[in-house]
């Protein structure tokens, strides 16, 4: 499974979007790999624009694995918003949780987000 962010799905809504991001998330739509959790879902619903967008985040919520989100979740995204602030850099809270989520689960991110990157490191 790979936990795929909110900044990926964007470019699958867009009608413009990135064409290299909305082919790769095809790819991992139709082989099973890919899943959600319920803050890029919120996220997601959160800047949905007219019926075309949300028509695909119903189809979405009906073909998406969703991970989980318990306690350890949390304690997790808190561990990394201290190591975050330790070392110089402010994450979204948002990011936290979904490098959190992923971690939990063991699973990969895939994200145009250059924070995953940074939270990569810590």
């Not at 990011?95 to 971690?103: K, N, Q, T």
């Amino acid at each position: 499974m790979i936990l795929v962010d909110t900044s990926c799905w964007i470019e699958v809504l867009r009608e413009r979007g990135d064409t290299a991001v909305c082919r790769r998330m095809n790819d991992l739509v139709r082989s099973g790999q890919a899943c959600w959790s319920p803050v890029v879902r919120l996220e997601l619903w959160n800047g949905a624009r007219g019926i075309k967008e949300k028509k695909a985040l119903r189809e979405f919520e009906q073909v998406l694995p969703e991970l989980e989100m318990p306690a350890e979740v949390w304690e997790i995204a808190c561990e990394l918003a201290r190591n975050a602030r330790t070392a110089g850099l402010t994450i979204p809270a948002t990011d936290l949780l979904i490098a959190a989520c992923a971690r939990h689960h063991g699973v990969e991110i895939e994200s145009t987000d250059a924070h995953f990157t940074e939270l990569n490191k810590l």
